[in-house]
């Protein structure tokens, strides 16, 4: 059943509908996880990831609770968005050799599955408020607070020095960085023989 099909004719078929949709994803994302862990070099990101595997396991507990208070079986639908998510995540991860770039493209891809999430339990929470189910906003909401704070702290994590690390940025500061300390010493140097120069001229 698509979100355009004759299948849904109400909103309430709709917040079903999208809730089944978000259930089938986290369940995919429990699976995909493990092998973004194995795959990530850096030892922050990994723990991250395996920190947010599981919170999402306790997600689709949530998501569970949810449907029961609703009065429904826990169910999900095909969700080719999420599909295609950890699809490419899997490809690109596939095609980098560069262990850490590999670490920045799979900040990436987690980031886009955080975003696809975060999006969707706003619109749940925004439906469910719309039709009364206020029963269950709490639980939609502890999941929404969960991936916005995974997504800071992936961001975090590549602005923290994933990214440069991945770009060849991290190097380039060192050395540069290592050439000035260089050059200050030689310029402390220069003075201090300076001194001892004037020092000698004036004792003559």
């Given amino acids: 059943m698509g979100l355009f099909t004759k299948d849904i004719k109400s909103m309430e078929d709709l917040f079903l509908h999208t809730l089944q949709d978000v259930y089938y994803a986290e369940n995919q994302i429990v699976k995909a996880l493990p092998k973004m862990i194995d795959k990530s070099t850096n030892r922050e990101l990994a723990a991250g990831l395996r920190n947010h595997l599981r919170e999402t396991e306790t997600q689709v507990t949530r998501l569970q609770q949810v449907f029961e208070r609703l009065g429904q079986e ?42 696809y999430e975060i999006s969707r339990y706003g619109t749940l929470i925004a439906w469910a408020e719309e039709l009364g189910h206020d029963n269950v906003v709490s639980l939609l909401n502890a999941n929404l607070k969960e991936e916005k704070a995974a997504d800071k702290k992936l961001n ?39 001194k001892a120069r004037r020092r000698t001229r004036a004792a003559r």
């Fill in 74 to 115: 826990p169910k999900g639908v095909d969700c080719p968005a999420i599909d295609g998510l950890i699809k490419e995540a899997d490809e690109v991860a596939g095609e980098v050799d560069d262990k850490k770039v590999l670490d920045a493209a799979i900040i990436g891809s987690a980031q886009a599955v955080e975003h």
């Fill in 156 to 194: 975090m994590l590549a602005e923290g020095g994933v990214n440069k690390r991945a770009s060849g940025r991290a190097k380039r500061n060192t050395r540069s960085s290592s050439r000035t300390k260089q050059a200050a010493a030689r310029a402390t140097s220069s003075k201090r023989t300076g």
